[in-house]
């Protein structure tokens, strides 16, 4: 969320942010929410006129008690009284102003960085670097489904019984790998000075409001039925979370965290043929990292927290790529993302596997996460990255190390984890 003082300063600037995103149908609310902070203001300073003259109007009818002049003292009252009645009046329009602006405010995308590369949908994104060498093998790579079947590791008939489509179970050396590929990840962030926490996995609606759109929420959120709970799509909402109404010391900062949670999506729309078995599902489990930090030091952490992603990758020989999110495809609370994408041998093309995203002060502003130093208070600025995703990570996994003879090799760094195994052999073919 802007700053109210910004945008009425700086109309012309947040509608053509508004332009680069290709939302012209919110212009309009630039000049309309121009137009009721002007009311709302105007409100406040006749609430606070009418305050003022009640406080003396008061007295006044103190000192004519005083002197014995109680009719002069009574007709004082009534206009006391008057003003009163006035007051609620404006308090009730001045809550249904300042309602109608924050509702604008928060539909209102934020500044996007200037190195954001313009354009209108992801088709638009901008590939930045390649690590690793992709390889294509001379021996057909299986669909992910089918490599995880030959080691009897996954059930998705009964998954889709109990649960439904988008659900699974993940079993034996599958589930273990699963298992292993999170707790690596865990181990790999504490070991780059990151705290490790394990959030709640429902938040409430201040929380949801706070960290992302309402688009966002509709399409992804699982409400609670009954309750002001919704269960979370990634642990960023309840780590951001954690700070709501928070003022830290600047001392305190940075503030990176490691997080495990399960995560529950809605996953609205139809999905191509290559978005089925696993790749796009209701539940899954993730390791994500986040930091709160000084508005001066943000952009150097987003490059920070991108490439702990590309190197965990590169530590298990899974070649990746960035890619630059274009204007259009950033949600609004964004100022600067980049994802992070895995080759796939069987695609012969990348696929993403994670997101790292700059919010400057938006969640900070909507939260009220302020830091506090000799000069004053600000907010602070947060940002947010997936270290893996599992099971789409176990996809660019399976497929980077499945062998000519269907087994899967394990590399080095992962193999405590997986009980010393090098080697994971196929159950059938």
Not at 73 to 84: D, G, I, M, R, S
Not at 128 to 136: I, M, Q, S, Y
Not at 221 to 232: A, F, P
């Amino acid at each position: 969320m802007l700053d109210l003082k910004f945008v009425r300063e700086n109309p012309e600037i947040v509608k053509e942010n508004i332009k680069k995103k290709f939302q012209d149908k919110k212009l309009a609310l630039v000049d309309e929410v121009i137009e009721l902070d002007k009311e709302a203001r105007k409100t406040q300073q006749d609430m606070d006129s009418l305050r003022e003259s009640r406080k003396k109007i008061s007295k006044e009818i103190g000192a004519l008690f005083a002197k014995g002049l109680k009719e002069e003292a009574e007709e004082k009252k009534k206009l006391v009284t008057q003003n009163a009645e006035k007051l609620e009046e404006l308090e009730k329009a001045h809550g249904e102003l300042t309602g109608k602006i924050r509702r604008i405010m928060l539909t209102i995308p934020n500044i996007i960085d200037d190195s954001v590369p313009i354009g209108e949908d992801d088709s638009k994104n901008v590939e930045r670097e390649k690590f690793g060498e992709p390889v294509v093998p001379d021996y057909e790579i299986p669909y992910h489904t089918e490599i995880m079947e030959s080691f009897n590791g996954i059930d998705l008939d009964a998954a889709g019984k109990v649960a439904g489509n988008g659900f699974y179970y993940l079993m034996g050396d599958i589930a273990r790998l699963h298992s292993s590929v999170i707790a690596y990840a865990r181990d790999f962030m504490i070991n780059r000075g990151f705290t490790y926490c394990v959030p709640p996995f429902m938040i409430r609606s201040a929380v949801v409001d706070g960290v992302m759109s309402f688009e966002e929420m509709d399409a992804m959120m699982y409400k609670i039925e009954g309750e002001d709970l919704y269960l979370i799509g990634t642990s960023e909402h309840s780590m951001i979370g954690k700070f709501i109404d928070n003022i830290i010391d600047e001392e305190q900062l940075p503030m990176a965290l490691t997080s495990y949670s399960p995560c529950f999506r809605k996953e609205k729309g139809a999905h191509g043929i290559e978005e089925r078995g696993v790749y796009r599902i209701h539940q899954f489990e993730k390791q994500e990292m986040i930091v709160v930090c000084k508005p001066e030091e943000s952009m150097e952490w987003f490059d920070k927290l991108w490439q702990n992603t590309v190197d965990l990758f590169r530590s298990l020989d899974i070649p990746v790529r960035t890619l630059e999110c274009c204007s259009g495809d950033l949600a609004d609370l964004k100022v600067k993302s980049v994802d992070v994408e895995a080759w796939s041998p069987r695609q012969k093309k990348y696929f993403e596997v994670g997101s790292c995203s700059n919010l400057s002060d938006a969640q900070a502003r909507r939260l009220r996460i302020r830091v506090k130093n000799k000069d004053g208070k600000y907010f602070a600025h947060t940002l947010n990255n997936t270290v893996v995703a599992p099971p789409r990570m176990l996809i660019a996994f399976l497929e980077n190390h499945l062998q000519a003879d269907g087994s899967v090799t394990i590399p080095e760094p992962l193999r405590p984890y997986m009980g010393g195994v090098e080697v994971l052999i196929p159950k059938n073919k």
